[in-house]
């Protein structure tokens, strides 16, 4: 295991880096890694090259897969004993940056500075579908993904830290405010990498193709292995504690949680026409849109999703579906368990996984979880805005005390993440190819694909996942205590509504959506 052990603080990229801050060591374990040894030889790094200006030099991650890792890194030991080893950081008023050193297979205390990963700028951003590559970089992994046609693509995984506050006010900005422009200005994002072909030997060795966010929510310091097991790349995040004031942390005795672990992988699509709103595809910067002979594109981005296992805990939770059924405005929605549109809930601990067809004349679809308490009156609304291309998680309140110790509800800001569904055609074609959805392709038509949500929530914490390619991380501090694992299963009313609004103007004759299929899973715990 390699490690930074930061000797001088504070360090921040906003102050002055001084030389010998941050160092590397290594530390070695006998016993497949409960205890771990510090080595003597340690720090086998004291810091940055020598003469290099830094924001900052830390967190080390070892690989040795990539694919399209320049030559100068794979001669740099002979008989291909070399690993890689990345240093996440910038360079003082240049760009945010990972330093890259080829690593001796044979000796991890050899490590051989080769050149920096990428040179986007600072403060790169692309447009709105891939956030702002900050000043800074930390925690960054290097990963490459292959599709099930042996297609591979080079990411790089990385926080960023110095984000400027958003330029891309939407229609969403209107309903609310956002609560990313009250937090750190930082995010988890993700940019996929292809060889330079500059001869300068101070070029990156990489360049930028395209990029997105990783997680848009309360979710930073991502960090990822390779699973022998699986055979994935399986990340785990850390999801932080920013909305709570602090009276009601200290309250709660602790701060941040670690993430379910999200297996990564490259999703590719073929026969894609467009997208729902979104004129031109090379507009989303967070998708390859590679044209093809059929007057469409095959689509790559990055996918994630949660690891199968976790399935697991659903072995004593109680199943409950819905199929079939039209949806109806938010507005119709009972406070009881009549409603054709409702599953009820038990406990804080579900799980729920939905597809929904949604139609052109939709304005927005999702699903709300009313508020465990007496009530019902606050909710959790999760939807997806098809005008705007915007998934969106509005939150309940949180109940706090002000100084007369009087109860006092504080509002907590929308989490949004860009989002969009793409059509695809079903045109017949020679290549064999499936269509986006893996399906056979056999008549001509054009195919939206279907909006899938799945949802997991444990007392404070909520993970969304939408498609396979947009994630969100967030806390939802339900208006009783934070201990409570079951409420009272009075018939009220807790638990998940599905719903579909109308555009403005549209026939209510057609129906805005059609929940194809939704399980929840009430009840979740460790087998």
């Known amino acids: 295991?390699?490690?930074?052990?930061?000797?001088?603080?504070?360090?921040?990229?906003?102050?002055?880096?001084?030389?010998?801050?941050?160092?590397?060591?290594?530390?070695?374990?006998?016993?497949?890694?409960?205890?771990?040894?510090?080595?003597?030889?340690?720090?086998?790094?004291?810091?940055?090259?020598?003469g290099t200006k830094v924001t900052g030099w830390r967190d080390p991650f070892l690989t040795s897969s990539w694919n399209s890792a320049p030559e100068s890194l794979?001669?740099?030991?002979?008989?291909?004993?070399?690993?890689?080893?990345?240093?996440?950081?910038g360079l003082v008023n240049h760009t945010p940056t990972v330093f890259v050193y080829a690593v001796k297979k044979t000796d991890l205390t050899d490590w051989k500075y080769v050149g920096i990963l990428a040179d986007p700028g600072l403060n790169f951003r692309p447009s709105r579908w891939s956030g702002d590559f900050g000043k800074n970089w930390e925690v960054a992994n290097l990963v490459t993904l292959t599709d099930d046609e042996g297609t591979s693509?080079?990411?790089?995984?990385?926080?960023?830290?110095?984000?400027?506050?958003?330029?891309?006010?939407?229609?969403?900005?209107?309903?609310?405010?956002?609560?990313?422009?009250?937090?750190?200005?930082?995010?988890?994002?993700?940019?996929?990498?292809?060889?330079?072909e500059s001869t300068s030997s101070s070029s990156a060795l990489m360049k930028y193709s395209y990029a997105g966010i990783f997680d848009n929510g309360l979710y930073y310091a991502a960090n990822s292995f390779w699973d022998p097991v699986s055979q994935q790349q399986i990340v785990y995040?850390?999801?932080?504690?920013?909305d709570l004031p602090d009276p009601i942390r200290d309250r709660q005795g602790w701060s941040g949680l670690i993430s379910l672990p999200r297996?990564?992988?490259?999703?590719?699509?073929?026969?894609?026409?467009?997208?729902?709103?979104t004129n031109d595809l090379r507009d989303i910067t967070s998708i390859e849109a590679t044209p093809d002979l059929h007057g469409t594109c095959t689509?790559?981005?990055?996918?994630?999703?949660?690891?199968?296992?976790?399935?697991?805990?659903?072995?004593?939770?109680?199943?409950?579906?819905?199929?079939?059924?039209?949806?109806?405005?938010?507005?119709?929605?009972?406070?009881?368990?009549?409603?054709s549109n409702f599953l009820p809930l038990s406990t804080l601990q579900w799980e729920v996984d939905i597809e929904i067809a949604v139609g052109n004349n939709c304005s927005q679809v999702g699903f709300v979880v009313s508020d465990p308490g007496l009530d019902h009156i606050d909710k959790t609304v999760l939807f997806w805005d098809p005008v705007s291309e915007t998934f969106v998680i509005e939150r309940p309140p949180i109940l706090s005390k002000n100084s007369s110790?009087?109860?006092?509800?504080?509002?907590?800001?929308?989490?949004?993440?860009?989002?969009?569904?793409?059509?695809?055609t079903t045109e017949p074609r020679e290549d064999n190819k499936n269509n986006i959805l893996g399906h056979a392709i056999e008549k001509s038509t054009e195919v939206e694909e279907t909006l899938h949500i799945r949802a997991i929530f444990d007392v404070s914490v909520l993970e969304v996942f939408v498609n396979e390619r947009t994630a969100l991380s967030?806390?939802?501090?339900?208006?009783?205590?934070?201990?409570?694992?079951?409420?009272?299963?009075?018939?009220?009313?807790?638990?998940?509504?599905?719903?579909?609004?109308?555009?403005?103007?549209?026939?209510?004759?057609?129906p805005p959506a059609r929940l194809l299929r939704a399980t929840v899973w009430d009840g979740l715990s460790l087998p």
Not at 237 to 242: A, K, L, P, V
Not at 265 to 276: E, Q, S
């Open 1 to 50: 295991m390699s490690y930074s052990i930061d000797v001088n603080l504070p360090i921040h990229y906003t102050l002055p880096y001084v030389d010998g801050s941050e160092t590397l060591s290594i530390a070695v374990s006998d016993d497949g890694g409960t205890t771990w040894k510090r080595q003597p030889c340690n720090p086998i790094l004291a810091g940055p090259i020598q």
């Open 74 to 89: 794979r001669r740099a030991y002979t008989d291909d004993d070399v690993i890689y080893g990345l240093i996440s950081g």
């Open 153 to 196: 693509r080079d990411f790089v995984i990385m926080g960023t830290e110095g984000c400027l506050p958003r330029d891309d006010k939407s229609v969403q900005d209107h309903k609310g405010s956002i609560a990313r422009d009250g937090r750190i200005q930082r995010s988890q994002l993700w940019m996929c990498l292809e060889s330079n």
């Open 237 to 242: 995040g850390w999801i932080t504690e920013e």
């Open 263 to 277: 297996v990564l992988k490259l999703n590719t699509m073929h026969g894609v026409k467009r997208a729902r709103a």
């Open 299 to 339: 689509v790559r981005t990055l996918g994630v999703r949660p690891d199968r296992r976790l399935e697991k805990l659903r072995a004593k939770a109680s199943k409950r579906t819905l199929s079939d059924t039209i949806l109806g405005p938010m507005g119709t929605l009972g406070c009881g368990r009549m409603t």
């Open 405 to 424: 110790n009087d109860d006092i509800k504080l509002g907590q800001g929308r989490e949004v993440s860009p989002h969009t569904l793409f059509t695809y």
């Open 474 to 510: 967030t806390r939802i501090y339900h208006a009783y205590s934070a201990q409570q694992e079951r409420v009272d299963a009075d018939g009220q009313g807790f638990g998940l509504y599905f719903f579909a609004d109308h555009m403005s103007g549209e026939s209510i004759e057609d």
